[in-house]
């Protein structure tokens, strides 16, 4: 039975930083895009970054635009924990998070219409709370 199980959301001051955890287990097979995605007060949820696996070759981590330069998606080697390192957290970061895994090739989506597709995540985890206040 697929697991997505994030960890690491709390409150912090803006400026701040904030390291998510997300922890994978009992997918059915290899998933072809690993993701980070969330959802604020009264917001749709939105997709930051994603991993993808083509065949045997991993390619580059995709950002969204709202995530280049301020959120780092990793990967352990153990292909267990995918990890979403925020810095300079800004009161609009406020959101609930969410980590997600699909065996479908998602980047095509992002590439023509440049947003992550959420069905293209079959498995998702609960998510975590992050709170940016003064």
């Known amino acids: 039975q697929a697991n997505l199980m994030e960890s690491g959301g709390g409150s912090v001051q803006p400026g701040g930083s904030l390291k998510l955890s997300c922890s994978i287990s009992?997918?059915?097979?290899?998933?072809?895009?690993l993701g980070w995605f969330r959802q604020g007060p009264g917001k749709e949820r939105e997709g930051l970054a994603v991993?993808?696996?083509?065949?045997?070759?991993?390619?580059?981590?995709t950002y969204a635009n709202i995530a280049k330069g301020r959120f780092t998606l990793s990967e352990d080697n153990a292909k267990t924990t995918v990890s979403l390192q925020m810095n300079s957290l800004k009161s609009n970061d406020t959101a609930m998070y969410f980590c997600?895994?699909?065996?479908?090739?998602?980047?095509?989506?992002?590439?023509?219409?440049?947003?992550?597709?959420?069905?293209?995540?079959?498995?998702w985890g609960h998510g975590t709370q992050v709170t940016v206040s003064s």
């Open positions: 997600a895994a699909g065996d479908q090739d998602c980047l095509p989506v992002y590439y023509n219409h440049g947003y992550f597709s959420e069905p293209d995540f079959l498995y």
């Open positions: 991993l993808s696996t083509t065949g045997s070759s991993t390619v580059p981590i």
């Open positions: 009992g997918l059915p097979s290899p998933a072809l895009c």
